[in-house]
C-alpha cells in the first residue's frame, strides 16, 4: 500500500488548511485511515482517524477545529484544519491500517507551519 498526502503549507493563525490523503496499491476497501503529528523530536502523535464504517476518533485539542473525512471511494481521506493555531505546526502523516493488509502504512509527510 502506498499513500500520497497533499494539503501542507504555510498559514496565519486562524487560517485553514484541508489535507488529503490517497491510498494506491493493494488497498482493501475495509480500512481505518487517518492523520498523526510528529514535531522533530517527539513522538508521533494521533490527530483523528476514520474507519471504514465511519466510526471517527479526533483528539481532544483539535475537537471542534479539525474535522476528518472519508472521499467517495474507500482509499481516500481528508482532515479540513479550521482556526489553526501556532501549536498546530508539526509534520502531518497519513496512515492506513487494514487486517487485510498487512502492517500499517505510513505517507511521505507534509508539513503544516501556523505563524501567529
Known amino acids: 500500500v502506498q499513500l500520497q498526502a497533499s494539503g501542507g503549507g504555510l498559514v496565519q493563525a486562524g487560517g485553514s488548511l484541508t489535507l488529503s490523503c490517497v491510498a494506491s496499491g493493494n488497498w482493501s476497501s475495509i480500512n481505518a485511515m487517518g492523520w498523526y503529528r510528529q514535531v522533530s523530536g517527539n513522538a508521533r502523535d494521533l490527530v483523528a482517524a476514520?474507519?471504514?464504517?465511519?466510526?471517527?476518533n479526533v483528539v481532544d485539542s483539535v475537537k471542534g477545529r479539525f474535522t476528518i473525512s472519508r472521499g467517495s471511494t474507500k482509499n481516500r481521506v481528508n482532515l479540513q484544519m479550521n482556526s489553526l493555531k501556532p501549536e498546530d505546526t508539526s509534520v502531518y502523516y497519513c496512515?492506513?491500517?487494514?487486517?487485510?493488509?498487512?502492517?500499517?502504512?505510513w505517507g511521505q509527510g507534509t508539513q503544516v507551519t501556523v505563524s501567529s
Open positions: 496512515w492506513y491500517y487494514s487486517q487485510n493488509s498487512g502492517p500499517e502504512y
Open positions: 476514520i474507519t471504514s464504517g465511519g466510526y471517527t
